[in-house]
């Protein structure tokens, strides 16, 4: 795997994650 795939990867795992996270925490701050 070459390092432009990992940062790939990982720039695609995070833009997945951080909406779910703002969620959670728009939740959390509802809640």
């Known amino acids: 795997m ?3 795939e990992t940062i ?3 720039t695609e795992a995070r833009s997945r ?3 779910a996270a ?3 925490q728009n ?3 509802l809640g």
Do not use: A, E, I, Q
């Open 2 to 4: 070459s390092g432009m």
């Open 8 to 10: 790939g990867g990982v």
């Open 22 to 24: 703002k969620g959670s």
């Open 27 to 29: 939740l959390y701050n």
């Open 17 to 19: 994650l951080v909406p």
